[in-house]
T-cell receptor, first 112, second 110 residues
Framework: EAQVTQNPRYLITVTGKKLTVTCSQN?????MSWYRQDPGLGLRQIYY???????DKGDVPEGYKVSRKEKRNFPLILESPSPNQTSLYFC???????????FGPGTRLLVL | RKEVEQDPGPFNVPEGATVAFNCTYS??????FFWYRQDCRKEPKLLMS???SGNEDGRFTAQLNRASQYISLLIRDSKLSDSATYLC???????????FGGGTRLMVKP
């Protein structure tokens, strides 16, 4: 089954404790992206990657890091999480030249 | 001003009603337009693309007005299962980078 998976789905952590949210897709998509969704603000792009070893900042990259060492994986790293990073995070992927993005199920993060 | 703006709603309508949502976008260079559907606590999923000539998919009709920079979605004969948040999405001709509106919430009541 074609899908985008994220782990963990739910996470409660404390300020300053490094965490990684994994994202994996099995559709051989070139493009992957991370979004955060907050009430009243909609979905905002954090980082995106056009292909392996190619990443770039989205609209709200501060406090986040990403890597794209393999085509299928695009982890999101919070080196020192803060309460303002409490949010619902979505990973998405799409094929080059195809604008439809396929989203993962979301990761709900609470930073205390 | 937000790049893509939508009325957050909620729109409360009875089953069988026709309901329409509008969305405005600020970047006149925007090339592609979409409506995504998002159920509560779930991921967004593509509902339909929006073409310049307008397009229809069953009970759903999408239209684009480039001159006024707005997109619309019309839902006819609303079903309970149409209850969701509808996201207006714009591609500003930057590869696969999409800009999302805040969403319009629809609640269809029996």
């Amino acid at each position: 089954e074609a899908q985008v998976t994220q782990n963990p789905r739910y996470l409660i952590t404390v300020t300053g404790k490094k965490l990684t949210v994994t994202c994996s897709q099995n559709m051989n998509h070139e493009y992957m992206s991370w979004y955060r969704q907050d009430p009243g603000l909609g979905l905002r792009q954090i980082y995106y990657s056009m292909n392996v070893e190619v990443t770039d900042k989205g609209d709200v990259p501060e406090g986040y890091k990403v890597s794209r060492k393999e085509k299928r994986n695009f982890p999101l790293i919070l080196e020192s999480p803060s309460p303002n990073q409490t949010s619902l995070y979505f990973c998405a992927s799409s094929s080059a030249g195809e604008e439809t993005q396929y989203f993962g199920p979301g990761t709900r993060l609470l930073v205390l | 001003r937000k790049e893509v703006e939508q009325d957050p709603g909620p729109f409360n309508v009875p089953e069988g009603a026709t309901v329409a949502f509008n969305c405005t976008y600020s970047n006149s260079a925007s090339q592609s337009f979409f409506w995504y559907r998002q159920d509560c606590r779930k991921e967004p999923k593509l509902l339909m693309s929006v073409y310049s000539s307008g397009n229809e998919d069953g009970r759903f009709t999408a239209q684009l007005n480039r001159a006024s920079q707005y997109i619309s979605l019309l839902i006819r004969d609303s079903k309970l299962s149409d209850s969701a948040t509808y996201l207006c999405v714009v591609n500003n001709n930057a590869g696969n980078m999409l800009t999302f509106g805040g969403g319009t919430r629809l609640m269809v009541k029996p």
